[in-house]
């Protein structure tokens, strides 16, 4: 349990704040949030916030923001590139010995964060955020969410731990060992739990969002859980090998059936209905089998373009002071 030593003395914890459409939330953010950071003991801060290419005006009020407090960057996207770009993006700029992603909508309680070092300070790598508690999230969004982890953790090679989402903190090195990690499609909790390290676990209460609704509907979620399995299982596409036998197997053990049946029984030509069923019912599964390589395909087309993860089109704040030489 040695965490490397700290590029900054003292220490750099760098917040990582991913926003799309987040205007009403951002003075309060602000207000929670920095006399946290301000707080914490022997450490220094910065907040990066990343502009997923908001359609409201947050960008104008992140730039204000960033403008009235010298800790405070804005990493501005070319469009809306998603939360796992918009998160790898804040996680790329970010310059600190600990870097911690951190919703906008303040779900997640500041107040966690000086827990979360503290356990980083016993030595540990990456410490965990676990929601006990998620009520304020809707009875549909948990169960789901719940299934989703379990069926997750059966098929897949690594294991996501259970109503832990991307809040966290990671030591540099964790940082590092992201980075090199090139795939274009980022399942970040996957990807988190994929590189392994010292981990502890902090737990905590999640809050209703302060303002503003959630921006993932119900069919979004539903990608996201595609995206999550498919980047880390390969059983959705070797499963059919195994029902492939298993049908084969059948329709043998009913050819000899019928075969015998109309040796004595000779042939009456019935069966209709069964002929139709099974027809029916084959076709229905092939095309769910191809469907599920199509899943498979699209991601290595895509994987295969090698396109950026995100883009930049500006960026505000203290290094941009410091490029040009001012304060
Ligand atoms: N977010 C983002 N890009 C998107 C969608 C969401 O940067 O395309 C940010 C959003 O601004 C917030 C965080 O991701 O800071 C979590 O989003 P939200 O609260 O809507 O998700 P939920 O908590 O409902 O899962
Ligand atoms: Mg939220």
């Known amino acids: 349990m040695n965490p490397s030593l700290p590029h900054h003395n003292p220490p750099l914890l760098s917040l990582v704040v991913p926003c799309y459409n987040e205007r009403e939330v951002l003075s309060e953010f602000m207000r929670q949030v920095i006399p946290v950071l301000q707080a914490l003991p022997a450490m220094n801060y910065e907040v990066v916030f990343v502009n997923d290419g908001s359609r409201d005006d947050t960008l104008d009020r992140l730039v204000d923001i960033a403008c009235a407090h010298d800790r405070v960057r804005v990493v501005d996207l070319s469009r809306n590139f998603g939360k796992e770009a918009a998160m790898t993006a804040g996680i790329d700029e970010a310059l600190g010995d600990v870097v911690v992603p951190f919703d906008a909508d303040l779900q997640d309680p500041p107040e966690v964060i000086p827990r979360l070092v503290a356990k980083w300070r016993e030595g540990f790598d990456v410490v965990i955020a676990r929601r006990v508690d998620r009520s304020s999230d809707t ?125 004595i029984f000779g042939n009456p030509v019935p069966g209709y209905a069964s002929i139709v069923t099974i027809l029916l019912f084959l076709g229905g599964v092939q095309l769910v089998g191809i469907g599920v390589v199509g899943e498979y395909i699209g991601r290595i087309y895509i994987e295969s373009k090698q396109r950026p993860v995100y883009l930049i089109q500006a960026r505000y704040g203290v290094s941009e002071k410091v490029k040009r030489g001012g304060r």
């Open 139 to 263: 009875l549909l969004k948990r169960k789901s969410a719940s299934l989703f982890y379990k069926f997750h953790n059966i098929i897949s090679d690594i294991d996501l731990p259970e109503n832990a989402g991307d809040f966290r903190l990671m030591s540099r090195d964790v940082v590092d060992a992201l980075k090199r990690m090139t795939e274009s499609r980022r399942f970040m909790k996957g990807l988190f739990a994929w590189v392994g390290f010292n981990t502890a676990v902090v737990e905590y209460t999640r809050q209703a969002r302060v303002a503003g609704k959630t921006k993932f509907s119900g069919w979004r979620l539903w990608n996201f859980a595609l995206e999550g399995v498919t980047s880390f299982s390969t059983l959705p596409l070797r499963i059919w090998t195994y029902f492939g036998f298993f049908t084969a197997f059948v329709a043998l053990s009913y050819a000899v059936f019928v075969l015998i049946r109309t040796l």
